[in-house]
């Protein structure tokens, strides 16, 4: 990291970070940091009891970080993140018995860890899309294939016995044929759309998940929480039921005879 020894700071950089600033915070004198370089900062500092402006040194309120970096009911700076509870916490509710049984993490360690969450169901649900998107496909080859059939049979039997070289008989069998293929049509129609119903709304899983994860800080980590929950397997169940079991079926099928 570069020495903080000037007074000046370059339009739009983070001193700590030498990045572009992100979700900006100013300290009391003015100097403008990224809010999670400058909580970490604060964390640091909090061993001395002091927090100083990382540039100039001049002392600073740990409320500069904004009302989510400040416990609610203590009135001092939430350095963890409780996971049973999903809240952020200062030193005071730590020791309080309310979370002396829960699990609790560094809101640092807590950041990167809910993006990798993020990040990876994301992955996977990408993968859900296109194995969805596979099935769908098939799905419809096998209706064009139904159509097919029953469009070429009613060319049969309206083109007559002579020019196809049948017998009447064997073309009275025709319609009974067609029929059967015409039954399973509308089951493979509304499955595609139940198909195309469930790509769309994992897509917008997949939408919201991104953007949490790239957007992720302090005050949006509860809802980290409730959006991997939502996006939970068991969960998308209701949105495409049995799809490995789907697609392993459809693929042992054997190909349609045209």
């Not at 915070?25 to 640091?44: A, W």
């Not at 600073?60 to 700076?77: A, F, M």
């Not at 293929?181 to 709304?201: C, F, G, K, W, Y």
Request: glycine share 4%.
């Amino acid at each position: 990291m570069i020495p903080l020894q000037k007074d000046n700071q370059e339009e739009g950089v983070c001193p700590i970070c030498q990045e572009s600033l992100k979700e900006a915070v100013s300290t009391n004198c003015g100097h403008l940091f990224c809010r999670v370089c400058l909580t970490q900062h604060v964390e640091k500092a909090s061993a001395s009891g002091v927090f100083c402006c990382p540039l100039c040194r001049k002392p600073c309120s740990e409320e500069v970080l904004g009302t989510g970096y400040i416990c609610p009911n203590h009135q001092k700076r939430v350095c963890r993140f409780c996971e049973e509870s999903r809240l952020l916490l200062c030193v005071e509710c730590l020791v309080s018995p309310e979370h002396m049984s829960h699990h609790e993490l560094t809101i640092e360690n807590a950041l990167s860890h809910y993006k990798e969450r993020l990040n990876r169901r994301s992955r996977k649900l990408r993968k859900d899309i296109a194995e969805l998107q596979r099935l769908k496909a098939q799905q419809e080859k096998k209706l064009q294939a139904l159509q097919f059939q029953v469009d070429h049979g009613n060319h049969r039997l309206e083109a007559g016995p002579e020019s196809q070289h049948q017998t009447r008989e064997q073309l009275g069998a025709l319609p009974q044929q067609w029929l059967g293929q015409l039954e399973h049509m509308p089951a493979e129609a509304a499955r595609i759309l139940d198909i195309s119903r469930a790509v769309t709304q994992l897509r917008s899983l997949v939408i919201d998940l991104e953007r949490m994860a790239k957007e992720l800080d302090t005050n949006t980590l509860k809802n980290a929480g409730d959006l991997l929950n939502r996006s939970a397997p068991q969960k998308l169940e209701v949105i495409y039921p049995q799809l490995k079991k789907g697609v392993s079926e459809l693929l042992l099928q054997p190909p349609q005879k045209l």
